[in-house]
């Protein structure tokens, strides 16, 4: 079946450094993708989408990379901040669906 | 606080029971969603409604599962017969315009003894 994955389960940083989380995905017809940040006990928070027609799209520390060609998407977070630690999670979106959602990477900052 | 929330935040029940989860999405939202997710794994779809439409419910896990949002507005999910399986957080979303730019409750934790 279509589905959107992780690479990594964890990745664990400094303070201070830039992180790299990575996404597969497989189906290409989707319209987003999508980048959410889930804290313990808490629901997901969005973070930044990007448009299929698009290949990067910056926020505020964050930027997404969109590589259509291998269909692999990614998540930069600059300065990382002990704040940050989470579990992030890709997802998908194609119009008249739902919001299809990897397994997450667990990211641990250390200060 | 203009955010989604959900009640109850956790839930205890036994095996067999009924259970009803409400949703209360941001308020000029006219899209709703409703998730479940199990522990290590990303929210899975379960249903969605438009306005008070509901626009797809082939996703719900069995015909135990039934949802409501009868004025638009808030949004109900009940669940009949609990079963141990059911144990997951259940999570609410909304959203206006760009459907994917969805907005999560908090979520109510159910556990089924």
């Known amino acids: 079946g279509e589905s959107v994955g992780l690479h990594l389960p964890t990745l664990s940083v400094q303070e201070g450094d830039n992180s790299i989380i990575n996404c597969a995905y497989s189906?290409?017809?989707?319209?987003?993708f999508i980048w959410y940040k889930q804290e313990s006990g808490k629901g997901p928070q969005f973070i930044i989408d990007?448009?299929?027609?698009?290949d990067k799209r910056q926020g505020q520390r964050v930027t997404v990379l969109l590589n259509k060609t291998v269909k692999h998407l990614s998540l930069q977070i600059a300065a990382t901040q002990p704040g940050d630690s989470a579990v992030y999670f890709c997802?998908?979106?194609?119009?008249?669906?739902?919001?299809?959602f990897g397994k997450g990477t667990t990211l641990s900052v250390s200060s | 606080d203009t955010g989604v929330s959900q009640d109850p935040r956790h839930k205890i029940t036994k095996r067999g029971q009924n259970v009803t989860f409400r949703c209360d999405p941001i308020?000029?939202?006219?899209?709703l969603y409703w998730y479940r997710q199990t522990l290590g794994q990303g929210p899975e779809f379960l249903t969605y409604?438009?306005?008070?439409?509901?626009?797809?419910k082939s996703r719900l896990l069995s015909d135990r599962f039934s949802a409501e949002r009868p004025k638009g507005s808030f949004s109900t999910l009940e669940i009949q017969r609990t079963e141990q399986g059911d144990s997951a957080m259940y999570l609410c979303?909304?959203?206006?315009?760009?459907?994917?730019?969805?907005?999560f409750g908090p979520g109510t934790r159910l556990t089924v003894l």
């Open positions: 979303a909304s959203s206006l315009q760009q459907p994917s730019r969805q907005f």
């Open positions: 189906n290409s017809a989707s319209d987003y």
């Open positions: 990007i448009r299929s027609n698009m």
């Open positions: 997802a998908e979106y194609q119009a008249g669906t739902a919001l299809i």
């Open positions: 308020s000029e939202h006219n899209r």
């Open positions: 409604f438009q306005n008070e439409a509901q626009l797809e």
